[in-house]
Structures are given as structure tokens and as C-alpha cells.
């Protein structure tokens, strides 16, 4: 890993699901483009924190809805519950940014961290989950082909 990462994207965060793991490589991009902001100086650090912390909630939010139509079309059990985890997480990350754009003190390399550590903790649990409800019912004959399931 370079010093201008904080994460390193590495095939074990995989789920088989091509258009997924592009959007969940995507997201450590966008993990580590924060990180990069995070190493300038006070000022610099802030503003572009600021500019690009408004492009990872697009995406992410982007991201969460495109799982949770495929989860909803394959007709996922945990569809809620983990729907409540990407709003709760939404939710977070909106209030940590709204406190620090009103001038609250914060240091966005805890939250670079803070969003790394949540993003590739819910791959490796909550989206492996419905990755093996997916390949399970592909097993049983009840789904055709994982590809077919992109909604993009």
C-alpha cells in the first residue's frame, strides 16, 4: 500500500457480484481520494474534505440503492435490516460533515477511518450475506444468472 492510501482494495472483499464489487472498489477509491485530502495542510485539508466528502455521499447513497433493488428483486429476507444499516450509516456520515461544515472541530483522518473501517466491515459481513442468499438460490435453480441481476 502507497502513502497516499489508507485502504489497499484486495480481492477478498469480493462478493461475485461483478457490478457490485466495481461500485464497492469504487468506494475505497473514494476512500482513499479522501484519505489524499486528509494529508495537506489545515486549511487546504478542510476545503477539499468539504468538495469531495459531498461526491462520496452521492456515490455511496447511489451504491446503497442499487443493492437494495437487487436485494428486493431476489427477494432478500435481511432486505430491511440491511437497508437500516445503510441509512443509519447515511445518516452519520451527514451528520459528521453537517458538524464539521458549521465549524465544530474535527479531524478528517478519524473520519477517513472511520468510513474505511464501515465500509469494508460491511462488505465482508453484511453484503458476503446476501451475496451467498444469491448464489444459493442460483444452486437450487430459483436464479438464472448473477449477471443478470445488474440494474444499471
Given at each position: 500500500m502507497?502513502?497516499?492510501?489508507?485502504?489497499?482494495?484486495?480481492?477478498r472483499?469480493?462478493?461475485g457480484i461483478?457490478?457490485i464489487d466495481?461500485?464497492?472498489?469504487?468506494?475505497?477509491?473514494?476512500?482513499?481520494?479522501?484519505?489524499?485530502?486528509?494529508?495537506?495542510g489545515?486549511?487546504?485539508a478542510?476545503?477539499y474534505?468539504?468538495r469531495?466528502?459531498?461526491?462520496a455521499v452521492?456515490?455511496?447513497?447511489?451504491?446503497?440503492?442499487?443493492?437494495e433493488r437487487?436485494?428486493?428483486?431476489?427477494?432478500?429476507?435481511e432486505l430491511?435490516?440491511?437497508?437500516k444499516?445503510?441509512?443509519?450509516?447515511?445518516?452519520?456520515i451527514?451528520?459528521?460533515?453537517n458538524s464539521?461544515?458549521?465549524g465544530?472541530k474535527?479531524?478528517p483522518?478519524?473520519?477517513?477511518?472511520?468510513?474505511r473501517d464501515?465500509?469494508?466491515?460491511h462488505?465482508?459481513?453484511?453484503?458476503?450475506?446476501?451475496?451467498?442468499y444469491?448464489?444459493?438460490l442460483k444452486k437450487?435453480?430459483?436464479?438464472e444468472?448473477v449477471?443478470?441481476l445488474?440494474s444499471e
Amino acid at each position: 500500500m502507497d502513502s497516499n492510501s489508507i485502504v489497499e482494495w484486495n480481492d477478498r472483499f469480493l462478493i461475485g457480484i461483478p457490478f457490485i464489487d466495481k461500485q464497492h472498489k469504487h468506494l475505497v477509491d473514494i476512500t482513499n481520494k479522501l484519505y489524499v485530502g486528509c494529508l495537506k495542510g489545515d486549511e487546504e485539508a478542510r476545503a477539499y474534505f468539504l468538495r469531495t466528502i459531498h461526491e462520496a455521499v452521492d456515490y455511496t447513497k447511489y451504491h446503497f440503492l442499487a443493492e437494495e433493488r437487487l436485494m428486493h428483486r431476489i427477494g432478500y429476507p435481511e432486505l430491511m435490516s440491511h437497508k437500516k444499516q445503510h441509512e443509519d450509516f447515511i445518516r452519520e456520515i451527514i451528520r459528521e460533515v453537517n458538524s464539521f461544515g458549521e465549524g465544530r472541530k474535527f479531524v478528517p483522518n478519524l473520519f477517513v477511518r472511520y468510513l474505511r473501517d464501515w465500509v469494508l466491515t460491511h462488505i465482508a459481513v453484511s453484503d458476503k450475506l446476501y451475496a451467498v442468499y444469491i448464489y444459493t438460490l442460483k444452486k437450487q435453480g430459483a436464479l438464472e444468472s448473477v449477471t443478470a441481476l445488474q440494474s444499471e
